[in-house]
């Protein structure tokens, strides 16, 4: 009786956080996918060195990072799947986004201040470790991307 | 024709024509718990845990592979400048991510 | 060099798999693997109960659970323990010196535990309303002992645990699933169990007074009380399905000829 009112708690939690939590995903990869658009022309690239040909009169560093979490439903997958082992499918999406959203964040930050390209862009991903559970909980991902943007004399 | 890679700034030997953006390829992989117990064992007495090296290196396989089919998708025929970054993005999972820059070389 | 900007195909990075096919799969999966694993603990306690005499058994466990008895109710317990070596004298060979403890708690319960000792709680001795039925309660726990399920019950308990913490131990989401799969397994072996016991506790009965009125007593309150609850709770949750099990015991002692009716001895009740 009483394992059968928690079953039915859990799966009420797990249905709510369901919903939401793809709605909330939905609404973030549409967001991402405009954003990414609009900034399509602007190059973000992993060189070090320049592309041959440009010419630069200033450069900073730029920098965009998220912190994003799991909702239940996805966590409680990700839970059974440590036990089965294999793909946490379910983890995908996020971190898809917060790499994606911290991208966004550089680049827009970039942009602002009036820069022309980002090179040598780097992605850094570590795990926020919860004060609960002795440290083994993940409170949140955090992501990180961060480049040097610059500015051209000429443009490419 | 196979796409190539490298983590230099270009392909030794060809020159970069065109380049398209930051390409990148993840994923998210949990051991099972009967590997988990071997490696308990295993970890009492130190040497390789060959069974977490394959399931990295096969999990680093795919996350390369979906960078390349990306870089795909853009017409790309290489990516430079590869990057490689392992997380534990939760207890017991593991991210395998590996970015770089789609490009046409000649 | 020329910058040209493209766009990757979206979704590569992302599992084309639904949410929900991937909920299905996971659940199936893990109950597989948590069934095998009840019926693995199952099958070795079964084993090793098989090798543990109860001689050992009573040796091991002794008098330990003497002491949980309450001094003020000395003098039932006394009253239930003859009672419980009376039923007993109609078992011949009981390789355990029954030994009765009174708990307080107001709940109705009886339980057998390891070493020969049979454990009523005060709620039981205030709920019985003849000896008839208080003797078929005892008589149940007598067919625990002989079936050996008190050591069944602790030694999967135990199994469980170990098994459960050196597997999902360290896991946030699973102790609320392997928590229900096994109490829901735990039920699946306790129904055959509580079913043996019932009818060696009805043969007892039927063997002390030459009828069985009274045994099934118990139960019709309990079923007709269920829906209420209140302080049969307890004893459903670890004795479930009572409607069954009443159903069962009619059947039993109708193809036995053994009589429903007879006259009821007096049971003390204390309050």
Redo the contacts between chains.
């Keep these: 009786m009483e394992a059968l009112t928690q079953l039915g708690i859990t799966l009420m939690v797990l249905t709510v956080t369901y919903l939401v939590g793809s709605a909330i995903e939905r609404r973030h990869f549409d967001s991402l996918r405009k954003r990414e658009a609009r900034l399509r022309a602007f190059p973000t690239v992993t060189f070090e060195r320049l592309p041959e040909g440009w010419q630069v009169a200033d450069s900073g560093l730029a920098m965009g990072s998220t912190v994003v979490s799991l909702d239940y439903f996805k966590r409680f997958l990700a839970g059974l799947r440590g036990i089965l082992g294999g793909r946490v499918r379910s983890y995908e999406p996020l971190l898809d986004r917060a790499r994606r959203e911290a991208l966004l964040r550089m680049t827009e930050g970039a942009v602002a201040d009036g820069y022309d390209a980002i090179v040598n862009v780097r992605l850094e991903t570590s795990r926020l470790a919860s004060s609960r559970g002795r440290g083994k909980g993940t409170a949140g991902v955090e992501m990180l991307a961060f480049g040097t943007a610059v500015k051209l004399v000429r443009q490419p | 024709m196979p796409i190539l890679m490298s983590n230099t700034e270009t392909i030794p030997g060809k020159t970069i024509v065109e380049f398209y953006g930051v390409v990148s390829g993840n994923t998210v992989r949990a051991k099972h718990v009967g590997r988990d117990i071997m490696a308990g064992f295993k970890n009492l007495v130190g040497g390789e845990l060959a069974a977490y090296t394959e399931l990295l290196s096969d999990s680093r396989k795919e996350a390369v592979a979906r960078m390349l089919e990306q870089a795909e998708s853009m017409n790309a025929n290489a990516v430079v400048n590869v990057r490689f970054a392992t997380s534990s993005v939760a207890q017991g999972a593991a991210e395998l991510f590996a970015y770089g820059t789609a490009v046409r070389v000649q | 060099?020329?910058?040209?900007?493209?766009?990757?195909?979206?979704g590569?990075?992302?599992?084309a798999?639904h949410?929900?096919r991937?909920?299905a799969l996971?659940?199936a999966?893990?109950s597989a693997?948590f069934a095998a694993l009840i019926l693995v603990v199952g099958w070795s306690v079964e084993w090793a109960v098989r090798w543990i005499p109860p001689e050992l058994e009573a040796r091991t466990f002794g008098d330990w659970a003497h002491h949980l008895s309450s001094p003020e109710h000395e003098a039932e317990r006394l009253a239930v323990e003859a009672l419980a070596r009376r039923l007993a004298m109609h078992w011949p060979g009981a390789p355990y010196e029954f030994q009765v403890t009174v708990s307080d708690e107001p709940e109705v319960n009886a339980m057998a535990l390891p070493g020969g000792t049979i454990l009523v709680t005060k709620g039981l001795l205030r709920e019985s309303q003849s000896e008839n039925e208080l003797a078929f309660v005892v008589g149940h726990e007598l067919g625990h002992f002989r079936n050996r399920d008190q050591l069944r019950r602790l030694g999967r308990g135990i199994l469980y645990e170990l098994t459960a913490s050196?597997?999902?131990g360290?896991?946030?989401?699973?102790p609320?699933?392997t928590?229900?799969l096994g109490?829901?397994a735990d039920r699946g072996f306790d129904r055959e169990q509580e079913r043996a016991a019932d009818r060696f506790g009805l043969e007892l009965v039927q063997a002390e007074y030459g009828h069985v009125a009274g045994a099934g007593r118990f139960f019709e309150r309990l079923v007709s009380r269920t829906s209420g609850?209140g302080d049969l709770?307890a004893y459903v949750?670890t004795h479930p399905a009572s409607s069954d099990r009443l159903e069962d015991l009619r059947d039993y002692a109708a193809e036995r000829g053994w009589r429903r009716e007879g006259v009821l001895q007096p049971w003390t009740r204390s309050d």
């Design positions: 060099m020329r910058f040209e900007p493209r766009a990757p195909r979206e590569i990075n992302v599992s798999t949410p929900l991937e909920a996971l659940v999966g893990v693997i050196a597997l999902f360290f896991n946030a989401t699973a609320e699933v928590g229900f109490q829901m609850l709770a949750s």
